[in-house]
């Protein structure tokens, strides 16, 4: 799993059950932060007056409490989320709103906000920090969420259970029914440093994206995994060719059936493996960086 949130904005709190997350923004509700976190942040950015407030968070990071965070020193607020927001918000208090899906875009369009498409990134700075890699002694892994919003990676990863020893870290598994073979794949949730250690683990690790991205790829899986180095067998979308050169920087699957037959060839081919592993990472490290990304962001609200 990642942990994209800021610092700042990072606070334990009582969570949807995931299979109730769709319909809760499908009829406009949202999961909030409660009274003391919301005090704890107001308090944080009171203290620190930021020029610039990101929230990667919309949904425990309201609409309403973007409000009171826009009052204290008017900083520049911007506001980034991957799938489509809970329906009659206020987002006026933002100054730009943000994501990686064409969709979102335009459904904060359509609602009047000024929104732009920037995609999801690497911090090159995580590889400073890492302890030595671990061996690649993981044939098959996945590293995120389960949950409601994942109907195809679900599918995709029981597939890849009933014939592989897939090593699963994340959340969610409490969703699946007790014949899922994923509850035997199942390693625990990891997070900084041991997510990164999982991935450079693994001979192959596993994408999908969330079912709302549909034909478009951008999530943070993508750039984490190859940043490290890891091998990265994805779903296949549409816009890939705009972000990684697919068969030489990435390998990417477009059924069950041939994400099954993609593991049996890189398994059985350390040779071809490591080179696209190696220039995925060359990619990630010289185009998708959050470096650049923030030089995106400033020439915007610059």
Known sequence: MRDTVPGWLQRTVAPFKPVLRPLARKIGLSPRLDTQSEQIL???????????????????????????????????????????PSRGQDWSAYDLLISQISAVVDSFRAQGARSEMIHLAFEPEVLDILPPAPPRNIDVS???????????????????ARRY??????????????SSPLHRCYQGEVWGVEMYQALRASRVTLNSHIDQAGREAGNARLFEAT??????????????????????????????DDCLSMIDRYLANDDDRDAIAAAGQARTL???TFRQRIDDILRLTG
């Open 165 to 178: 020893d897939l090593k699963l870290f994340g959340s969610g598994l409490h969703t699946l029914p007790a």
């Open 227 to 256: 940043g490290v180095g890891t091998f990265l067998l994805t779903d296949f979308k549409d816009n890939l060719h705009t972000l990684f050169d697919e068969g030489r920087e990435v390998a990417a699957w477009r059924s069950v």
């Open 42 to 84: 107001l308090a944080q950015i009171e203290e620190l007056k930021p020029d610039l407030v990101l929230n990667q968070d919309l949904f425990h990071v309201d609409a309403r409490l973007a409000r009171r965070i826009k009052q204290i020193g008017r900083p520049i607020l911007l506001g980034q989320v991957g799938i489509l």
């Open 286 to 288: 010289s185009t998708h």
């Open 142 to 160: 996945f590293v995120g969420a389960i949950s409601a919003d994942h109907q195809q990676r679900v599918a995709q990863l029981e597939a890849v």
